[in-house]
């Protein structure tokens, strides 16, 4: 039964009349304001979907299962996630340099039919609800947390380790070529000068990120976007 305490998905069956083939995707009912429910965005039925309505209809689905430290929120599936890094050193790449940098504590936002999105947090305790996020200090961000990726596309998520990772590389890892737009630092406003912010760090071998160049990220409201607001959202600023 629809409900808004229940977790309800449809399986769509598409026939081409021409090949006879037959594709499957699983579509999320969501709540809809003005139609009580509706389909979600679709995705194409995978292996781990069929493994999961398996150990669904034979009884063997597990209730509970262990949750890595990093991850923050999650649902059962684990298709929309929010997880974290703490401070560390990296490789920041530029079209003809790279640099050993310090970065801040890093939160990823990663849901369902919408882009991975990067902010960054002060301190290194781990995040709560009332965290407030400020613009990733990363090559080509956005202000509402996402990144161009040029050429580079991240495969489908699925909540797996591998999957996180490859997020993270595709954040940190990424070729900075433009700024996008925000300023990823406070003081920076052209391409050139983030490179040359970010070569200082590298040469002077600075250990930890200098919180007070972090700029605020900003929900639409205009008040400071806060780790709560963004779980809410959906991972919609």
């Not at 150990?55 to 996630?81: C, H, K, T, Y």
């Not at 079209?95 to 301190?123: C, H, M, N, S, T």
Request: a positive charge; one cysteine or more; aromatic letters at 8%.
């Amino acid at each position: 039964m629809l409900g808004v305490n229940t977790e309800s998905i449809a399986l769509l069956l598409h026939r081409n009349e021409k090949s006879g083939t037959v594709e499957v995707t699983s579509h999320k009912i969501v709540p809809a304001p003005e139609a009580g429910f509706t389909l979600g965005a679709g995705r194409l039925f995978n292996q781990q979907d069929k493994t999961a309505i398996v150990e669904i209809l034979s009884g063997n689905q597990e209730s509970i299962a262990f949750v890595p430290d990093q991850v923050l929120a999650r649902d059962g599936a684990g298709f929309n996630m929010v997880w974290y890094t703490l401070p560390r050193q990296a490789e920041v790449h530029f079209r003809d340099a790279e640099y050993r940098v310090p970065l801040p504590l890093l939160i990823y936002a990663k849901f369902e039919g919408q882009p991975l999105r990067v902010f960054a947090a002060k301190g290194r305790a781990r995040p709560t609800p009332e965290t407030k996020l400020w613009i990733a200090p990363l090559g080509n961000i956005n202000s509402n947390g996402t990144m161009c990726g040029g050429n580079v596309n991240l495969a489908e998520f699925r909540g797996r380790d591998e999957d996180r990772a490859a997020c993270e590389r595709f954040a940190v890892e990424a070729r900075a070529t433009h700024l996008g737009d925000t300023p990823p630092v406070k003081g920076v406003g052209s391409q050139e000068a983030y490179q040359t912010f970010m070569a200082q760090l590298h040469e002077s071998k600075t250990r930890t990120f200098p919180a007070n160049r972090l700029l605020p990220a900003k929900a639409r409201h205009s008040e400071q976007y806060t780790l709560a607001d963004l779980i809410r959202a959906g991972g919609r600023p």
